[in-house]
């Protein structure tokens, strides 16, 4: 496949995502676009689904091979998906991230920032903290 051809299909990846059309999501993954490419800003399709509680376009993206912890760079979208997810408190996109392998304690800023811990917890979302603890994270102290 060329380059123009995957660049467009990541840009029809990313329209789906954000216009919550799983379907289209999936057709486009099968006509091969990655999953794993950033935008022209930096924003993983995974970290835009995550933030929008997309919790099965998250799935599919995640089966299809988006890493579970690639921090986005988007300017307004920088982070982990897990942090996106956990700091609106879109528990079951933080349950889908979980059960394919994201790390609870990865921070932001490349292992500096806020935890999805920190986020959750100032949200305050006391499901999306209750399931990030049975999954391992702990407080920073």
Do not use: F
């Not at 950033?38 to 919790?55: F, H, I, K, M, Q």
């Not at 392998?101 to 959750?120: C, Q």
């Not at 979302?125 to 702990?138: N, R």
């Amino acid at each position: 496949m060329n380059q123009r051809r995957r660049k467009k299909l990541s840009q029809h990846l990313g329209t789906a995502v954000l216009m919550s059309e799983s379907g289209r999501v999936k057709a486009i993954l099968r006509a091969g676009a990655d999953p794993e490419r950033a935008d022209s800003e930096g924003t993983t399709p995974l970290y835009l689904a995550s933030v929008n509680g997309e919790a099965e376009i998250a799935r599919l993206l995640l089966v299809s091979g988006a890493s579970p912890d690639t921090e986005s760079g988007g300017l307004g979208s920088e982070g982990t998906p897990l942090c996106a997810a956990a700091c609106w408190g879109h528990t079951e996109a933080v349950r889908e991230l979980l059960a394919h392998g994201a790390d609870p304690n990865l921070r932001e800023d490349h292992g500096t920032g806020r935890s999805p811990l920190d986020w959750a917890t100032a949200g305050p979302h006391a499901e999306t903290v209750a399931l990030l603890i049975a999954a391992g994270a702990v407080a920073r102290t």
